[in-house]
């Protein structure tokens, strides 16, 4: 399994670099980030490569943070890839909630994170159909 980090913050100038400093100062490599705002609160989603560390220090500064358990998939990076991923989820009625995703090598592989309600029941499912999630150490390491 992975984790995410979610931190709730208002949406004001400094705020995401506030999120950013902790880290950077920590020595705590960002992955991956995706934002979602509105006018006055904003949720940043983050992968990390020591989320438990990165956890306690957004705390520590006064931030709004957790962890949210997710499933990262490799998948390859190309035309129908992303859509292989999602067929096979909405195929047993996986709703995803929430999702974002990078390129891990350019015409090879992408890894998509996945918010499901039922992660042991997707993880399962995907590695049927022959699309592994990768666990924790390999996604921090990417």
Do not use: W
Request: glycine share 10%; net charge negative; no cysteine.
């Amino acid at each position: 399994m992975a984790y995410q980090i979610v931190v709730f913050a208002e949406n004001r100038p400094g705020r995401l670099e506030k999120i950013t400093g902790v880290l950077a100062e920590a020595g705590i490599n960002i992955r991956a980030i995706t934002i979602a705002s509105s006018d006055r609160f904003g949720v940043v989603k983050l992968l990390v490569d020591r989320p438990d560390e990165a956890l306690e220090k957004l705390k520590n500064a006064g931030l709004s943070a957790s962890l949210q358990e997710v499933l990262a998939v490799p998948m390859e990076d190309r035309p129908g890839g992303l859509h292989r991923v999602l067929q096979v989820l909405a195929s047993r009625g996986i709703n995803v909630e929430d999702a974002y995703g990078f390129v891990e090598e350019s015409g090879k592989r992408a890894i998509l994170v996945v918010e499901v309600e039922d992660i042991k029941g997707a993880e399962s499912l995907l590695r049927k159909v022959g699309l592994p999630p990768i666990g924790d150490e390999e996604l921090y390491t990417l």
